[in-house]
């Protein structure tokens, strides 16, 4: 009885949310040309940050395509620190398509490009025992070139510690490569030789085929989840006002002296809201795809317990907020004051991982902090920590619960 | 018998103020019954108490010898109430807010659209029935107002104030309405300050201030509480010093024209009345003064109000 009730009551407040244009503006389009305005003004900055936080995705190069730059660029993603991305040779035999790749600067998502040059296997073989030994001594101690090797990093790569780092690991990469060429001049290496077999590549792994291929999309791995968390969270003061009219209307009053129970009456008033918020995250996950290349991770159907208990928590909070908010000021204003702050503290606005360790700890209190996290976790992981996911999503429900019962509690209150 | 609605010594109090003060009164099914009181008398905190917006902190509401309950909803689905606010969606035509409200009393299908239909027909909005209510004047706001809340045919109807800010032509057929729901045997509790109205609509009315109850009785009753006066203006300021007119009469002087006041209380207050008209007439002939005008104040509810809740002025 009180779901049939309840039903009523979303069927009618659906009806009006249908004609109150207004609020569909708020809620739809208005996130979609705020993501696209912040995403294209911010999102390389964001992007990068984020980047040197998760580590380093180095372009190879290939044009000798020897065994041991094959080696070479194997050793190279067997870090976990390090993204191996292959670029799209046309013509290796192109001298021109060569020196665009040694002296263009990679762009967006990827930290450095590494060309390995047709004659890279043969110059190595020409190299001395001492010099593939010794690598700090004499030619090779001025860099990769003289293995043939051009290293060059992003255009605006502004970090000189990950610009050493990734040199090193090249580096370290070339050691292990070149080991079976070393174990034909020295005998003794052939041990090392064997032993040295190249890990799968970092490329050929399934969380890689999940990333986008278009770097320039990728801040929108970003900003869509975080935006659509923030706008989510929206309904606040939207759900705050539908309840200020119907208590202005009079028609509360009325629903209050209908034959049907409080519960069923702030759930008639809270689904539609759910309906809607669901809806807003729909359209924005579909359109942060089809016009800004988001992608929707490795396991695109996790998203559906993500999107039900995000809104589920939104729409729990612009209730409680709803039965404590008594006039259209103090929707306003409270409610602006909520949305700010939360959206702040939580990292809707400025990521979490930016944020001081004692501020990402106060972060937990806000439901938009779990609702970034596994969002995050399921579409910026390779390969995503279901577990974290569930947890985020069971802390989202417990807020919904939370919040649900003190909106009860306040309705019962009221009279 | 067992009355439709029985209050029994109901109370309410807000901190140290008592809004109700062991309130009890009966309504019988298919009667009027008007509730009046100055604002902040405890009318609508009464009302309150009776649908079940409100708790009572003492004393009990039964309808049809069933305790209403506030944690029972189900127990107020023979009650309807037209509150002293339009509580109306504006946004949803006449149609969509009474199918709505009708429903809430679980009322569906063919049976909810036929009932929708007759009370469109009933309280005069057919032709507009599919236009948005913003689009409506406050008369037929009202009248959807007081629809809503005769949907599901209750059994008794609480009437806060119906008529509030509308035009004498919705008024009038807001008072056939709820006549004729009357007729057909639903009980009315009808609050108003409007005391013409209650006078015409109600049967029986409890007078309440602070929260007690100061009167409760039929209206011809009530009535005989109030004198029945006579006002003659003379034509003069000056009235010879010999004029007696009775130990009835008084001569007041209001402004520059003198006045003479009488009453009577009687039972058979027409035939006294007019022995003493005849009489003061007379007298007034002989002492050759003239009567300017005369002016008769008969017993209403509205002096009896003032009489028995005062003029001070109220907030």
Redesign the interface.
């Known amino acids: 009885m009180i779901s049939t009730d309840a039903f009523k009551i979303t069927l009618k407040d659906l009806r009006l949310l249908s004609r109150d244009r207004r609020a569909l503006v708020i809620l739809v389009a208005m996130p979609m040309v705020i993501i696209a305005i912040v995403g294209s003004s911010t999102g390389r900055l964001r992007a990068n940050r984020e980047q040197s936080r998760q580590g380093l995705t180095i372009e190879v190069a290939d044009f000798d395509q020897s065994e041991t730059a094959l080696r070479l660029a194997g050793f190279l993603a067997s870090y976990d620190s390090v993204k191996v991305r292959r670029a799209e040779i046309t013509n290796r035999s192109d001298t021109t398509v060569l020196k665009k790749f040694q002296v263009e600067r990679p762009t967006d998502e990827i930290d450095m490009r590494l060309v390995i040059q047709p004659s890279f296997e043969t110059r190595i073989r020409e190299l001395s025992t001492t010099l593939l030994t010794s690598p700090d001594e004499s030619t090779r101690k001025d860099g990769l070139a003289t293995v043939n090797l051009t290293l060059i990093s992003n255009e605006t790569a502004t970090d000189p510690m990950m610009e050493g780092l990734g040199k090193s690991l090249v580096k370290l990469s070339l050691q292990n490569a070149i080991l079976p060429i070393l174990a034909e001049k020295v005998p003794s290496f052939r041990g090392a030789a064997r032993d040295s077999a190249v890990p799968v590549a970092w490329e050929q792994s399934a969380a890689a085929k999940a990333l986008p291929t278009d770097s320039g999309n990728r801040v929108y791995q970003f900003f869509i989840p975080s935006y659509t968390v923030l706008f989510v969270f929206f309904l606040v003061n939207i759900m705050g006002r539908s309840f200020l009219g119907e208590r202005d209307m009079g028609t509360l009053r009325r629903l209050r002296i209908a034959p049907i129970a409080p519960v069923a009456i702030l759930m008639g008033k809270t689904l539609p809201f759910f309906v809607l918020s669901l809806a807003q995250t729909i359209i924005l996950m579909i359109s942060g795809r089809l016009l800004f290349g988001m992608s929707w991770g490795p396991q695109p159907l996790l998203l559906i317990p993500i999107m039900l208990c995000t809104s589920a928590a939104a729409t729990a909070l612009g209730l409680m907020f709803s039965t404590l908010a008594k006039t259209e000021s103090q929707v306003s204003s409270f409610g602006n004051l909520i949305l700010l702050s939360s959206a702040g503290i939580s990292g809707c606005l400025v990521p979490r991982a930016w944020m001081p360790p004692m501020s990402q700890k106060i972060s937990l209190f806000t439901p938009h902090a779990w609702a970034l996290d596994a969002y995050s976790e399921l579409l910026t992981k390779e390969l995503p920590n279901v577990s974290t996911i569930g947890q985020s999503c069971g802390m989202l429900l417990l807020f919904s619960i939370l919040f649900f019962v003190v909106g009860l509690y306040r309705f019962r209150a009221d009279g | 018998m067992v009355p439709l609605l029985a209050v029994d010594n109901l109370v309410k109090k807000y901190g140290n103020l008592t809004a109700v003060d062991l309130l009890s009164f009966d309504v019988e099914p298919g009667e009027a019954f008007g509730l009046l009181g100055p604002n902040g008398a405890g009318k609508s905190t009464t009302m309150?108490m009776i649908?079940?917006?409100?708790?009572a902190d003492y004393g009990e509401v039964r309808l049809e010898g069933r305790r209403l309950d506030r944690t029972h909803?189900?127990?107020?689905?023979r009650?309807g109430?037209v509150?002293q606010?339009?509580?109306?969606?504006?946004?949803?035509t006449a149609r969509?807010n009474l199918m709505?409200?009708g429903?809430?009393?679980?009322l569906s299908g063919s049976k909810l659209r036929q009932k929708v239909d007759e009370v469109l027909e009933q309280v005069g909005l057919t032709a507009r029935a599919d236009d948005f209510t913003e689009t409506f004047s406050g008369g037929m706001k009202r009248r959807l107002n007081f629809a809503?809340a005769v949907m599901h045919d209750p059994v008794l109807l609480i009437l806060d104030e119906p008529t509030v800010g509308v035009d004498p032509q919705s008024r009038a057929h807001l008072i056939d309405c709820i006549r004729s729901l009357q007729q057909r045997g639903t009980a009315i509790i009808y609050a108003s300050h409007y005391m013409e109205e209650v006078q015409v609509v109600c049967t029986r009315a409890a007078i309440i201030d602070h929260g007690k109850l100061l009167a409760c009785d039929t209206i011809p009753q009530l009535l005989k509480q109030i004198p029945f006066e006579v006002e003659l203006r003379l034509g003069q300021s000056r009235v010879p010093e010999s004029l007696s007119l009775g130990t009835s009469a008084r001569i007041e002087m209001d402004g520059d024209e003198a006045v003479v006041r009488f009453s009577t209380q009687n039972e058979s207050c027409e035939l006294t009345l007019n022995s003493d008209v005849t009489n003061i007439l007379t007298t007034l002939a002989r002492h050759s003064v003239s009567v300017r005008s005369i002016r008769t104040h008969e017993p209403n509810l509205e002096r009896l109000f003032l009489k028995l809740t005062g003029h001070r002025l109220r907030d």
């Open positions: 309150m649908c079940g917006l409100l708790a909803p189900e127990s107020r689905q009650m109430v509150p606010d339009l509580a109306i969606y504006p946004d949803l969509e709505f409200f429903s809430l009393y679980h809503a």
